[in-house]
């Protein structure tokens, strides 16, 4: 299973953009990459996926590097209820379908 | 509204005591699948379901079962909970197993077993 890498944690100023960096250099040509986020005592939500180009949605914006070693998700204006644990999750080259969700990193965001 | 739903969202119980906690999607999707979340150890899958009459294991199954009657109801049962099962457990679906699908998650059990 692709293994992905991200800081522990992360802190940002409200209304202002945040940049949550991932590497996942073992990444496969079938992988997506994925993004979740988890509020306190809530499941994991979807936040935004991509294969190889940039996406945006109306949540967030994911900016994958050229060799797709990497990836970036964008929050433009963090707001208090972007705080959460972000998770960079590869999907697709398993048959299970599982989510390898790793340590993740917990965003805080200070008013 | 798109949703996962579990019951219930808190259980406490007694070592040895049979219990089923529901999961129920709407998005008549094929792919379901539960995990579990310890501190420390992050979301690991317990089983996961393909389809109807469809189930395998994940990587934690040991002490829980599931079955998948129905598209819609994929209930994790355990048979006689131990407290090392103590755990916040979430179901998910989405359309398929592959990658580029999103999954949606249910609001989550915590169950405590002494």
């Known amino acids: 299973d692709a293994k992905t890498t991200q800081p522990n944690s992360m802190e940002s100023n409200e209304e202002e953009p945040v940049h949550l960096p991932c590497n996942h250099s073992?990444?496969?040509?079938?992988?997506?990459i994925h993004w979740y986020r988890q509020l306190p005592s809530q499941g994991p939500e979807y936040v935004i996926h991509?294969?190889?180009s940039n996406v945006n949605n109306r949540m967030a914006s994911l900016a994958i590097a050229e060799d797709r070693k990497s990836s970036t998700l964008i929050l433009h204006r963090a707001t208090l209820r972007d705080a959460a644990v972000y998770y960079c999750?590869?999907?697709?080259?398993?048959?299970?379908?599982?989510?390898?969700f790793g340590q993740g990193t917990t965003l805080q965001v200070k008013p | 509204e798109a949703q996962v739903t579990q019951n219930p969202r808190y259980l406490i119980t007694v070592t040895g005591k049979k219990l089923t906690v529901t999961c129920s999607q709407n998005?008549?999707?094929?792919?379901m699948s539960w995990y579990r979340q310890d501190p420390g150890l992050g979301l690991r899958q317990i089983y996961y379901?393909?389809?109807?009459?469809?189930?395998d294991k994940g990587d934690v199954p040991e002490g829980y079962k599931v079955s998948r009657k129905e598209k819609r109801n994929f209930p994790l049962i355990l048979e006689s909970p131990s407290p090392n099962q103590t755990s916040l457990y979430f179901c998910?679906?989405?359309?398929?197993?592959?990658?580029?699908?999103?999954?949606?998650f249910g609001q989550g059990t915590r169950l405590t077993v002494v």
């Open positions: 998910a679906s989405s359309l398929w197993a592959g990658g580029g699908v999103e999954a949606f």
């Open positions: 073992t990444i496969s040509g079938t992988d997506y």
């Open positions: 991509g294969l190889t």
């Open positions: 999750i590869l999907s697709g080259s398993s048959n299970t379908g599982k989510l390898i």
């Open positions: 998005m008549n999707h094929e792919y």
């Open positions: 379901s393909m389809n109807v009459e469809v189930t």
